[in-house]
């Protein structure tokens, strides 16, 4: 679903373990690393989305985690121009507007699958810092990670940055 001004619907997935590292996965044949995200369709909530993409994305279902928060508002990032698609004429999308989930997985890393549909969209994972993630990502998704691991650190570190080592790129 992309809105008025542009902005594609997305949930963002933010799976943590129990020592509080965060899931950091591969694109398929890149040396490019994210956090698990996928559209909302039309008939879904941001909650059946997070679950469908979860499945899909890295093979892991419902049982295999607790949702311990999501942000309570829209982050929103802009797609340089460079890398739109212009697949579609009518297409408009600028950017994605996304609700971040924190997950906990309460499976075990086993359950992880990344091949559960015909295009993967990852072929490695493991886990990361916190704050590492915010360094690494695609530099036009930054922001968006400092925001939604900003605004979800309290839920997983009662003592917020005491706890976690702070990224050196908070941009």
């Known amino acids: 679903m992309i809105d008025r001004q542009g902005f594609r619907s997305n949930v963002g997935i933010i799976l943590c373990n129990d020592a509080g590292e965060l899931f950091w996965a591969r694109r398929m044949g890149e040396d490019s690393w994210q956090f698990p995200q996928g559209g909302i369709r039309s008939d879904e909530t941001p909650e059946q989305a997070l679950f469908r993409e979860l499945e899909e994305e890295v093979g892991l279902t419902e049982d295999h985690v607790e949702i311990i928060g999501r942000t309570a508002r829209w982050l929103r990032y802009r797609i340089p121009k460079r890398f739109l698609r212009h697949?579609?004429?009518?297409?408009?999308c600028i950017g994605q507007k996304q609700i971040w989930f924190l997950l906990r997985l309460v499976g075990g890393?086993?359950?992880v699958s990344l091949d559960?549909?015909?295009k993967p969209e990852?072929?490695?994972?493991?886990?990361?810092?916190?704050w590492e993630t915010?360094?690494?990502?695609?530099?036009?998704k930054r922001s968006v990670y400092f925001k939604a691991l900003?605004?979800?650190?309290?839920?997983?570190?009662?003592?917020?940055?005491e706890k976690l080592p702070v990224s050196s790129n908070q941009s």
């Open 134 to 140: 915010v360094d690494q990502v695609v530099f036009f």
């Open 109 to 111: 890393e086993s359950n």
């Open 122 to 130: 990852f072929d490695s994972w493991r886990w990361i810092n916190y």
């Open 116 to 118: 559960q549909c015909d």
């Open 150 to 161: 900003e605004e979800l650190l309290p839920l997983i570190s009662p003592n917020g940055a």
């Open 87 to 92: 697949r579609r004429p009518r297409s408009r």
